[in-house]
């Protein structure tokens, strides 16, 4: 750890402590973590969506929530260091009884808590490939205990949860909770609305799966349903399409100079992106995917 590194994580216990004065410490298991967070200093809300479902904010991706007389059924669940915050989250606006904890996809941000909730009895379920992702990285009290490969549904608190498996785009683990009742999505990361598609080709995600999963999305909703996506807020189809349609345009674009030999420089000299980065910022991490799932080189 550098000089700077140090100051830092002074500042940051400094003010975590300051904020414990006047809150109150808020669980027993904070611990620094590579990027000197300040766990404590994280400010999680709930916001209502329709029906049952409500989401939670606070670092890391949204944390679907179907509150009713059964219990919750939870999506993501952010970091371990938040856990039990969390926890008394959503203990405030439901009877406490988390039924199940579905993890949407792999990524540490949605699956971080896995360790904390599954210690306090509650089940976690995803994907056969994510519980086989974590496996390589997670200790086995992390990992989801009900698998699946195709469609199940969840029903509790009058309101059935079609989780549903997705072509593998933003990684191919990748599942959407559509609760039928309530009209709700929750899409995970494949559908964001502050930032370009993640195209997680490590944990492989691919470009013509998001094509299609976004299509498929759409497809599945109505006029007036929520889309709650993994980051960012509320939307509806009209939103989904927007964005399938922009990943469409910059792709056929990229195509078309790597068609023509074109380097990754030359691309981003010739940058694809130009209408859309108001709106979902810094194209990179995109454009590098892009590029390389369309043959691109040099
Ligand atoms: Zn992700």
Redesign the pocket.
Known sequence: MNTHAQIRLAVGFGFALAIGLVVGFGGTNVRAQPGDVDWNGVVLSTHHVSGTVHYLEGRG?NIGLSIGDDGVVMIDDQFGPLADRIRETINRISNGNIRFLINT?V?G??TGGNENFAAMGVPIVAQDRVRDRLAATQPAGALPVLTFSEDLTLNLNGDPAHVIPMPPG??DGDSIIHFVESDVIHT??MFRTVAFP?I?RNNGGTLAGTIEALGLLAGMAGPNTKILP?HGVVAGRADVIEFRDMVITVADRVEELVKQGRSYAEVVAANPTREYQDKWGDPERFLTAVFAELGGAG
């Open positions: 991706g996809h990524h941000d949605h933003h990684t995970g990361d993640v997680d993994g």
